[in-house]
């Protein structure tokens, strides 16, 4: 099985690389390579790693800055970004997995966006 794990660089995601890349065939990418909020290029990579699972980190964390000057960067990569991710699964037929913290999404604004 074919794991693209997206936002791999991170804190979590330096944690749970070295798990998956254990029992998994690994494709690590992050900002340096792949920016979520592009579409096209979101192409290229799904076309490039032929993935059977995205696995998606990616996010900007930095709450303070996200409430100010990071404001509309936080939005595209925290919203949008996974937005993208899931479209491009979705055509693929690729199962998509998300991570997030409560600092980006709490689950409560929200009821319906909530998988039982």
Excluded at 74 to 99: D, M, Q, T
Aim: with cysteine.
């Amino acid at each position: 099985m074919k794991i693209l794990l997206v936002g791999g660089k991170g804190l979590l995601g330096s944690n749970i690389a070295p798990l998956l890349a254990e029992k998994y065939d690994l494709a690590v990418c992050d900002i340096d390579t792949w920016d979520i909020t592009d579409h096209g290029a979101g192409r290229e990579q799904m076309e490039k790693y032929g993935p059977d699972v995205v696995v998606n980190l990616a996010a900007v964390t930095d709450v303070d800055g996200c409430e100010d000057e990071k404001k509309e960067l936080a939005e595209r990569v925290n919203g949008y970004g996974p937005g993208i991710l899931a479209s491009l699964c979705k055509e693929r037929k690729i199962l998509f997995v998300h991570f997030s913290t409560d600092y980006v999404f709490d689950g409560k604004k929200n009821p319906s966006l909530q998988r039982r």
